[in-house]
């Protein structure tokens, strides 16, 4: 299903030239910049290793447990800087992560996973179970398996535990980081077609961090192309798909050798990434 997007959106989140270094002498990051807005779904591409993870833990601040920090640039959500906030401070603020690998507490059951999300809230009991609801609604799956302890259940079973978790904290915005991983094609569309879903009906804007390009760009509006730690491209997921060069690096549809990005002239580089 193609996404479709109000081109007057107001930014929600921006993130402008930031450099990210662990250990205080890896440079991961190299000036990365990209906006998402509101209402919006926008895909953050690229290989293993080419910094989408890093990216998402520098909105979320979760790079220091890994000992990283951001040496350069700012990161501003509805205006405002949010470095150096918490996590828990974010999560009051609408930003959740949703992290690779289906992080969900395995001795507890699905619907004590999901309640867990809901921890910072103080609106009641009330409203907690009528979201808990809505997140059945979403993955009935989940209904049928909310008593199952979450480390028995499959991985697709887990990946919407953790999408529904965060659910329960009422987000502004979710940082999705690689929900193909390790799932099967037709639950990866099951998740990206809910994924759309809460967009449209909940208001719910996605940063999805995805190494299946051609996936990630037939259900977002917007996509930024990583390379060793740089936007090597952008566009509107259109203009990417039927971009050659994506085709070529990315999709597979066309054949020669396989390249770098950094060879190819014609992208387009906004001005302000190279201040």
């Not at 440079?27 to 989408?52: D, F, M």
């Not at 994924?195 to 996936?215: G, I, P, R």
């Not at 060069?245 to 002239?265: C, I």
Request: charged fraction near 25%.
């Amino acid at each position: 299903m193609e996404a479709t997007l109000n081109e007057k959106a107001a930014t929600l989140l921006s993130v402008n030239n930031i450099e990210v270094v662990y250990d205080h002498v890896i440079l991961v990051l190299k000036g990365v910049s990209l906006e998402v807005p509101e209402g919006g779904i926008v895909a953050l591409l690229g290989a293993n290793g080419a910094g989408k993870t890093t990216t998402l833990k520098s909105i979320s601040n979760l790079l220091m447990a890994e000992r990283g920090d951001i040496t350069k640039g700012t990161i501003e959500f509805r205006g405002e800087s949010i470095q150096g906030l918490s996590a828990n401070q974010l999560v009051k603020r609408g930003v959740i992560q949703v992290m690779e690998g289906r992080r969900c507490f395995e001795h507890l059951t699905v619907e004590e996973n999901l309640l867990t999300g809901a921890f910072t809230r103080t609106d009641g009991a009330s409203s907690i179970r009528r979201d808990l609801e809505l997140v059945y609604g979403y993955f009935p799956r989940l209904k049928d398996r909310r008593n199952s302890t979450s480390g028995y259940t499959s991985g697709g079973e887990q990946q919407m535990t953790a999408v529904g978790r965060a659910l329960m904290a009422r987000p502004k915005m979710i940082l999705l980081d690689e929900p193909s991983m390790g799932l099967a094609p037709t639950l990866v569309e099951e998740i990206c077609e809910i994924m759309q879903q809460l967009n449209q009906k909940e208001q719910v804007t996605f940063l999805l961090a995805e190494q299946n390009t051609n996936m990630a760009l037939r259900y977002c509006h917007y996509g930024y192309i990583l390379e060793n730690g740089r936007v090597v491209m952008d566009g509107d997921a259109k203009t990417l798909l039927d971009n050659q060069d994506v085709k070529e690096f990315y999709l597979g549809v066309s054949g020669g050798e396989r390249k770098s990005f950094r060879n190819v002239k014609h992208y387009r580089r906004r001005k302000r990434w190279l201040s």
